[in-house]
């Protein structure tokens, strides 16, 4: 039923663009940390890149693993149609304000710079993909609005640049 492959099909491209949710799970070493992830922040680049634009929260994990050059894995479900999972295997270069990429990425996702944590280029080295038999339908109803909410009053409150600064943590990668 399932089959890997080194790149992303047409077919695998138009599947992600319609997906409402995804999970994304990265580790560096110790403990698997696995994140649901909505809104619109994904884009696809080529059969081998993908970008995940990164709004600011609770944590900063993905962050971490990445500067300690950790493993990626992002899974995508149909909840309608057809049944399928497919599970993108990569590594994860952080993309900064201070990079020009980032603003050629922030672009291509019509975001305001200043709500926008960073950005992770994801350089997709495996794709997997099964059948999904056993994903439940399920009925999109609508984007919760709580994180955007929250990250436009923090900033028009000018608070998200300082929270920003003082909930990052940089790795102690000798704990990795």
């Given at each position: 039923?399932?089959?890997?492959?080194?790149?992303?099909?047409?077919?695998?491209?138009?599947?992600?663009?319609?997906?409402?949710?995804?999970?994304?799970?990265?580790?560096?070493?110790?403990?698997?940390?696995?994140?649901p992830k909505g809104y619109d922040t994904?884009?696809?680049?080529?059969?081998?890149?993908?970008?995940?634009?990164?709004?600011?929260?609770?944590?900063?994990?993905?962050?971490?693993?990445?500067?300690?050059?950790?493993?990626?894995?992002?899974?995508?479900?149909?909840?309608?149609?057809?049944?399928?999972?497919?599970?993108?295997?990569?590594?994860?270069?952080?993309i900064e304000s201070k990079n020009e990429?980032?603003?050629?990425?922030?672009?291509?996702?019509?975001?305001?710079?200043?709500?926008?944590?960073?950005?992770?280029?994801?350089?997709?080295?495996a794709v997997e993909s099964s059948c999904?038999?056993?994903?439940?339908?399920?009925?999109?109803?609508?984007?919760?609005?709580?994180?955007?909410?929250?990250?436009?009053?923090?900033?028009?409150?000018?608070?998200?640049?300082?929270?920003?600064?003082?909930?990052?943590?940089?790795?102690?990668?000798?704990?990795?």
């Amino acid at each position: 039923m399932g089959k890997q492959y080194k790149n992303l099909t047409d077919k695998d491209i138009e599947f992600i663009k319609k997906q409402k949710l995804f999970y994304l799970a990265s580790s560096s070493g110790k403990e698997v940390n696995l994140s649901p992830k909505g809104y619109d922040t994904i884009r696809v680049i080529n059969h081998n890149t993908l970008v995940f634009l990164n709004y600011p929260g609770s944590g900063n994990r993905t962050y971490t693993d990445a500067v300690a050059n950790g493993e990626f894995t992002i899974v995508f479900n149909a909840f309608e149609g057809t049944a399928k999972i497919l599970r993108l295997f990569c590594k994860a270069k952080i993309i900064e304000s201070k990079n020009e990429k980032f603003y050629e990425y922030l672009s291509i996702f019509n975001e305001k710079e200043s709500l926008v944590r960073n950005i992770f280029e994801m350089h997709i080295y495996a794709v997997e993909s099964s059948c999904g038999y056993s994903v439940p339908i399920m009925e999109y109803k609508e984007d919760r609005t709580s994180l955007k909410d929250w990250v436009i009053k923090m900033d028009k409150t000018n608070k998200l640049e300082e929270y920003k600064i003082n909930h990052f943590t940089p790795p102690n990668l000798q704990d990795i």
